[in-house]
């Protein structure tokens, strides 16, 4: 009868799809995209290359190439209207916040272009997406700051053009640094797909009932949003500040709240359900940090010397080597973020940009594919069958 089902609280063991994009050994810490090793797409691609070969499989010709950057550039405006969208949020609102609704409402201007049956009309939805992203998550910023909103730039790199955005104002012309632009384009390199991670997985979900692309994109945000998941860059920060200095005894202090069961505290930016090694985008990223800080002549900077003694610490501690706890991608991110000058609530919404691509190719994936509306059951623990009493 009803109840025999497999239990598996947080999908440790149940594959939920199919899916040729993106390959983890977790013991082994590899990342394959397409079978490419992130360590060398992170050394010799950049982020629109690296969405091609995410949506379509192969590494582009030079001419697919430049086709496919021209097309996320003529796409990168959104439509005046969402202007007042964002006038309707608190000046305060945090970034993530805005996001999830100005996503799921693009939606409400694309009503032509939303059959999911049509391979095209996916195709142009994808690429919207990917284009929009950076001006949505600038304009978040901006909003919070109080300053205009910026239109994009689409002679410059898609990095560039973020940091035009971010940064510029129209009084003025802002140079973007090209250290920074590699740095960014490098943070989004290591954050374009993961495969099934949570977000991806509510992604499918929802993707799974026929809902749009952008309530898909949408539902994705929210759950990345989330401190065990694409918040934890934040959170990273957050607790390096809470630390305050590298001395062995505070830091060992912290280490010491993490490993016990009765505080909430947990490392922040520190291990990984699949990973049981060190995750190799960590590694990409430490590197990056050290290279963009000394590039930006910013020597010894605090949170980075607690963030590495931390590192050192805990590596080195039974409990973390026990449970094989690394750093992951959040570890490092925020500290290169924030020597860019994005400040800390925009961290998660840069993640969320990055991410688009992953997520829209795992939505498109599915749709060509075939597939059911997601449903797990449960093992239900509730009362058994009881009559409502008469005297009630
Ligand atoms: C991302 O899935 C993805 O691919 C995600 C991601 C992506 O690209 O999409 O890689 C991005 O979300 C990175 C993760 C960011 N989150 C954090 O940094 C938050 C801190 N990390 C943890 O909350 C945790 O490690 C998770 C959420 C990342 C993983 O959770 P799991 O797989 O359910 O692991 P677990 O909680 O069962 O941990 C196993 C043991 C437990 O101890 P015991 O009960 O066995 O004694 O390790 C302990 C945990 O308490 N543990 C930690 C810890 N992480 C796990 N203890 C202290 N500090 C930590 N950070």
Request: charged share 20%; aromatic share 10%; proline share 5%.
């Amino acid at each position: 009868g009803e109840g025999l089902f497999t239990y598996d609280p947080g999908f440790v063991a149940t594959a939920a799809c199919e899916s040729g994009i993106t390959y983890i050994d977790g013991a082994a810490g590899v990342l394959l995209h397409r079978g490419y090793p992130i360590e060398q797409l992170a050394d010799n691609s950049n982020y629109v290359e690296l969405s091609y070969l995410l949506m379509f499989g192969e590494l582009p010709t030079a001419e697919q190439y430049r086709d496919f950057a021209g097309t996320v550039g003529r796409h990168t405006m959104v439509h005046e209207q969402i202007v007042n969208f964002y006038k309707g949020f608190r000046r305060d609102a945090h970034p993530m916040a805005i996001l999830c609704g100005v996503v799921g409402g693009l939606a409400a201007f694309y009503h032509d272009n939303l059959d999911i049956t049509d391979a095209e009309q996916r195709h142009v939805s994808a690429i919207r997406l990917i284009a929009k992203m950076p001006t949505l998550a600038a304009m978040c910023h901006k909003y919070n700051i109080g300053q205009p909103f910026m239109y994009p730039r689409n002679d410059l790199s898609y990095a560039e053009n973020f940091l035009h955005m971010m940064f510029g104002n129209p009084c003025e012309s802002y140079e973007v640094n090209p250290i920074m632009a590699k740095a960014m384009d490098r943070i989004f390199m290591l954050h374009a797909d993961h495969e099934q991670n949570a977000s991806t997985s509510t992604v499918r979900l929802t993707g799974s009932t026929g809902a749009n692309p952008f309530a898909c994109i949408s539902a994705g945000i929210a759950a990345l949003w989330g401190p065990a998941h694409g918040g934890a860059n934040e959170a990273v920060l957050a607790m390096l500040d809470e630390i305050g200095d590298d001395s062995e005894e505070n830091i060992q202090r912290f280490i010491d709240k993490a490993k016990d069961k009765n505080d909430p505290f947990k490392l922040m930016g520190f291990g990984h359900r699949v990973y049981r090694n060190f995750d190799p985008r960590a590694k990409v990223m430490k590197e990056t940090c050290d290279e963009v800080l000394r590039e930006l002549g910013i020597a010894d900077d605090p949170q980075l010397k607690i963030a590495k003694r931390l590192e050192q610490i805990a590596l080195e501690d039974e409990y973390f080597i026990e449970r094989k706890l690394y750093p992951n991608v959040d570890f490092y991110s925020g500290i290169i973020l924030k020597a860019i000058g994005i400040p800390t609530n925009m961290f998660t919404v840069i993640f969320a940009m990055a991410r688009t691509v992953g997520w829209i190719s795992h939505w498109n994936e599915m749709i060509s594919n075939g597939y059911r509306i997601g449903r797990p059951r449960q093992l239900y623990t509730g009362h058994t069958k009881r009559d409502y009493p008469s005297s009630h």
